[in-house]
């Protein structure tokens, strides 16, 4: 199973960037879509999924910031990422998560530098 991750660069602080994922049509019409993200010496943390009926969870530090969203259509899941900060550096990778098993993307890196 392969997710297809895009979209990680380098912006200043108070950009936006925008990560998406491609997922095989069957897997992501089951799965919980989500990203995660590692920082350098940093366990890897959640920062938001969301199911396939649309129930979304966001981790505190990225509440009221990032958007994440799902287009079946394209069975891609996107995250949209605004008024980014320093601390938002890190590794972002795609996860799905269904009765099929819990499968990771290859990891897009997100830099926030001045």
């Known amino acids: 199973v392969q997710l297809v991750e895009s979209g990680g660069g380098t912006v200043q602080p108070g950009g936006s960037l925008r990560l998406s994922c491609a997922a095989p049509?069957?897997?992501?019409?089951?799965?919980?879509m989500g990203w995660y993200r590692q920082a350098p010496g940093k366990e890897r943390e959640l920062v938001a999924h969301?199911?396939?009926?649309?129930?979304?969870t966001y981790t505190e530090s990225v509440k009221g910031r990032f958007t994440i969203f799902r287009d079946s259509a394209k069975n891609t899941v996107y995250m949209q990422m605004d008024s980014l900060k320093p601390e938002d550096t890190a590794v972002y990778y795609c996860?799905?998560?269904?009765?099929?098993?819990?499968?990771w993307g290859q990891g897009t890196l997100v830099t926030v530098s001045s």
């Open positions: 049509r069957d897997l992501f019409s089951l799965s919980r």
């Open positions: 996860n799905s998560a269904s009765s099929w098993g819990n499968y």
């Open positions: 969301i199911t396939n009926v649309g129930v979304i």
